[in-house]
């Protein structure tokens, strides 16, 4: 089958062909229909992550964003059989944790991080191996586009939950969030379907635009405000009620923070780079005399897929509008280099793969 592998870190990935997967016997594995390209795929290619187990080695298949439909199914495998369409987790869960067994599967202690780590090859593939199927692999329910649930990947899922979740943002609230690219754009949408009041905080005059499309009431450019925690204040009253960092550098982190009232919730979604290595400067003080709750989020318990596909089902949420370009595996290459200057916007998909 072909598959995108990473040969050299900030080099192209090798387009070629590789030995399909079986499946184990708790297992499947699924004809990937697409797979989203996300802004942690630009991690693992340019080798941050080694600080939390992370990098991928030479010779992996990337891609950890994939909906696909099922060709094989292991002989211990009860919940899904051949031809369902599934959602894929980008952790893959054991079942049998402390964490999978109380509804935290996405914090499973013994995951394993599609596309990233040894054993969890990638979905920039023609296929890819589920393992523990009856946990990792989510039936699609009918009317669920299989391309729409490859742009509710890592980073919408992961939006989803850290404001409806997380954060639990309620009607009125003000949200602030803190660049948009995949992770900060599926936050906005999903936060305005919870009745949210978006700002959106970017450098990027398309990305604010897109903003305003998928449902913020108001945009800040920061490359043209000289304050912008004093501009997401003037807006907001005062201070959002919850805030997050998408990005994960040191300056859009502590902007969040510092744009919350008293009593805010901040999310933090955005990683580390190589140069930070894991840590950022957070305002303590302020965190301490405004009571401010910091709360991180990383994708979804499969077991709460059911409540996101319900919203998607009725209309409240679309994936489908995130999605920015649909393109081939020659094409991945191209989109990790154009994040390295964050210019790529919404959220590319691959959904040709011969």
């Given at each position: 089958?072909?598959?995108?592998?990473?040969?050299?870190?900030e080099e192209p990935l090798a387009i070629r062909d590789v030995e399909r997967p079986d499946p184990d016997p708790d297992g499947v594995v699924a004809k990937v229909d697409a797979c989203g390209v996300c802004?942690?795929?630009?991690?693992?290619?340019?080798?941050?992550?080694?600080?939390?187990?992370?990098?991928?080695?030479?010779?992996?298949?990337?891609?950890?964003?994939?909906?696909?439909?099922?060709?094989?199914?292991?002989?211990?495998?009860?919940?899904?059989?051949?031809?369902?369409?599934?959602?894929?987790?980008?952790?893959?869960?054991?079942?049998?944790?402390?964490?999978?067994?109380?509804?935290?599967?996405?914090?499973?202690?013994?995951?394993?991080?599609?596309?990233?780590?040894?054993?969890?090859?990638?979905?920039?593939?023609?296929?890819?191996?589920?393992?523990?199927?009856?946990?990792?692999?989510?039936?699609?329910?009918?009317?669920?586009?299989?391309?729409?649930?490859?742009?509710?990947?890592?980073?919408?899922?992961?939006?989803?939950?850290?404001?409806?979740?997380?954060?639990?943002?309620?009607?009125?609230?003000?949200?602030?969030?803190?660049?948009?690219?995949?992770?900060?754009?599926?936050?906005?949408?999903?936060?305005?379907?919870?009745?949210?009041?978006?700002?959106?905080?970017?450098?990027?005059?398309?990305?604010?635009?897109?903003?305003?499309?998928?449902?913020?009431?108001?945009?800040?450019?920061?490359?043209?405000?000289?304050d912008v925690v004093q501009a997401v204040r003037d807006i907001t009253d005062g201070g959002a009620h919850v805030s997050l960092d998408a990005l994960g550098i040191e300056e859009t982190c502590q902007?969040?923070?510092?744009?919350?009232?008293?009593?805010?919730?901040?999310?933090?979604?955005?990683?580390?780079?190589?140069?930070?290595?894991?840590?950022?400067?957070?305002?303590?003080?302020?965190?301490?005399?405004?009571?401010?709750?910091?709360?991180?989020?990383?994708?979804?318990?499969?077991?709460?897929?059911?409540?996101?596909?319900?919203?998607?089902?009725?209309?409240?949420?679309?994936?489908?509008?995130?999605?920015?370009?649909?393109?081939?595996?020659?094409?991945?290459?191209?989109?990790?280099?154009?994040?390295?200057?964050?210019?790529?916007?919404?959220?590319?998909?691959?959904?040709?793969?011969?």
């Amino acid at each position: 089958m072909r598959a995108a592998v990473l040969e050299e870190y900030e080099e192209p990935l090798a387009i070629r062909d590789v030995e399909r997967p079986d499946p184990d016997p708790d297992g499947v594995v699924a004809k990937v229909d697409a797979c989203g390209v996300c802004r942690s795929d630009w991690h693992g290619w340019v080798g941050n992550w080694d600080w939390f187990d992370y990098k991928p080695p030479r010779g992996h298949i990337l891609g950890h964003e994939p909906s696909g439909t099922v060709v094989e199914v292991g002989e211990n495998v009860d919940t899904v059989k051949e031809g369902d369409t599934v959602a894929i987790p980008f952790n893959f869960a054991c079942g049998h944790c402390h964490e999978c067994r109380v509804g935290y599967e996405n914090l499973c202690e013994n995951h394993l991080g599609l596309g990233f780590q040894p054993g969890a090859p990638g979905a920039f593939a023609e296929e890819v191996p589920i393992p523990n199927a009856d946990i990792n692999a989510v039936k699609l329910p009918d009317g669920v586009d299989p391309v729409e649930v490859a742009g509710m990947g890592c980073r919408f899922m992961t939006s989803y939950r850290g404001m409806a979740h997380q954060a639990d943002v309620s009607r009125g609230e003000y949200v602030v969030v803190q660049g948009l690219g995949g992770i900060g754009l599926s936050a906005v949408h999903i936060a305005d379907a919870l009745g949210g009041n978006v700002i959106g905080v970017d450098l990027m005059d398309e990305k604010l635009e897109m903003a305003e499309e998928l449902g913020a009431i108001d945009t800040v450019n920061a490359a043209e405000e000289d304050d912008v925690v004093q501009a997401v204040r003037d807006i907001t009253d005062g201070g959002a009620h919850v805030s997050l960092d998408a990005l994960g550098i040191e300056e859009t982190c502590q902007n969040a923070i510092e744009s919350l009232r008293t009593r805010g919730r901040h999310v933090q979604i955005g990683l580390t780079t190589k140069e930070q290595r894991g840590y950022n400067s957070l305002p303590t003080d302020t965190i301490v005399m405004n009571e401010i709750q910091v709360q991180g989020s990383s994708g979804l318990p499969p077991s709460k897929y059911g409540e996101m596909f319900r919203m998607v089902e009725n209309g409240k949420l679309d994936p489908g509008a995130v999605i920015t370009d649909k393109i081939g595996l020659e094409g991945v290459s191209d989109e990790l280099a154009a994040m390295t200057d964050y210019e790529t916007i919404g959220i590319p998909v691959v959904n040709e793969f011969a």
